[in-house]
């Protein structure tokens, strides 16, 4: 069984009742299989001791101290507890128990105790409001999780939710990764994963078992990637032969540019470096493909992405199709729309600009435009997206797959502004 399939509501672990299983509920944790899947954000290494002489000098320490008075400030509701402690350099420093007057009573003076926190000093002596304290014994040497938290529940409830659950249900748990990939990467088994996560012997097992999770979900994310690509292609790609992994073609065996592509590399003031060529070597030939592409255009700024997606739109419109380019915002999308007018206009395109904030004025004349396929290339916002798009552009042409393109189909209708990009110099309209 896998642990997302245990399907065990929460309220079934020992110690969750139903308040509690209200509070986890908000964070989202349902079921046992989502409790354990509950990792740290952080882990405390209380196997190292400090003594209150580093206090200012680390975030927090972990020491073994003794008890040696009670105080008290404030008056009536607002009265709260000091636990004054001393550790054995004879260092001493206040543990400020706001709204925990019942430590009183669990730490007399003269209690032995272990203490995890940070220290700041304040009216001249070290002080903690942010402080976990137990009887000396119980929890030192050990490393402890930390977990994302919500209102009403505590850490130490947490980890002892968390440690029933894993001692109720966590055997048996099988990975989710191929055993072969598993003993490959000598990954441990995902019970020892589970453990290890929630309650590690040493820092150490904690981290690998963190690195083995992420290996898993990355190892799983790029599974679903090749099952699509298999149902988009009918075959995987072949990494021996390079396809799809980085390895350049020779340019002998380039696909020879489109008209509108050839006219602008000429316009060019530089050549495209060799990497360029062969990125849009790969675009062409899935666009003239019979299948789907879906590729992620990756590279530092100034690379040339942006130049790299224009050639590829060049290639849809050569090839009959209209072309559609998002940017995630307006700001992005306008200087993209700029750019275009300035390098694109000029081999022939037909430009258009179209984001959610843009006014009606001209709208329903520009969406005929579109719909009659006299725009080949509209750049701009989600607002390319929405659903509103079938009335006003289902008679357009049709457009080849590409990075940069889409359907005028999926262009918007109701509701959204479309105006041609004014050439530079000229008046906006």
Known sequence: MFLREIQVPVSRVRGVGPATAGILHGLGLTTVGELLSWWPRDWDDRTVLTNLSRAEELARIHLSATVIAHDWFGFGRMRTLKLVIEDGEGTTADLVCFNRPFLEKSFPPGTAVSVHGSFQRKYGNLQSSAFEIEPEGSGQSRVIPVYPLCAG?????????????????????????????????????????LRMMHDPVNLESALRA???????????FEYAIGQRSLERRG??????????AGKPREEKDFVPLSPLQARLVERL?????PDQRSVLDELDRDIGSDSV?????????????????????????????????????????????????????????????LTGNLKSTGRSQLLARLAAGEIDLVIGTHALFSGASATATSGSRSSTNSTASASSRDLPSSGR???????????TS
């Open 269 to 273: 003031p530089f050549s495209l470096t």
């Open 417 to 427: 502004q479309l105006r041609a990009i004014p050439k530079p110099g000229s008046p």
């Open 153 to 193: 529940i505590s850490q130490s409830q947490m980890r002892k939710i968390i440690a029933n659950a894993l001692r109720e249900y966590g055997r048996g748990i099988d990975s989710e990764l191929p055993e072969s990939v598993r003993a490959a990467e000598r990954l441990p088994p995902k019970p020892e994963i």
């Open 210 to 220: 963190k690195n083995a999770l992420i290996f898993e979900e990355l190892f799983l």
């Open 293 to 353: 592409m879906a590729r992620l255009l990756q590279g530092d700024v100034g690379s040339g992405k942006t130049l790299v997606a224009f050639l590829a739109c060049l290639r849809v419109i050569d090839e009959g199709g209209q072309c559609a380019l998002m940017a995630p915002t307006e700001l992005l999308a306008r200087q993209h729309a700029e750019n275009a007018a300035r390098m694109l206009e000029p081999v022939g395109v037909r430009l258009a600009f």
């Open 235 to 244: 075959k995987l790609p072949d990494v021996a032969a390079g396809e799809s």
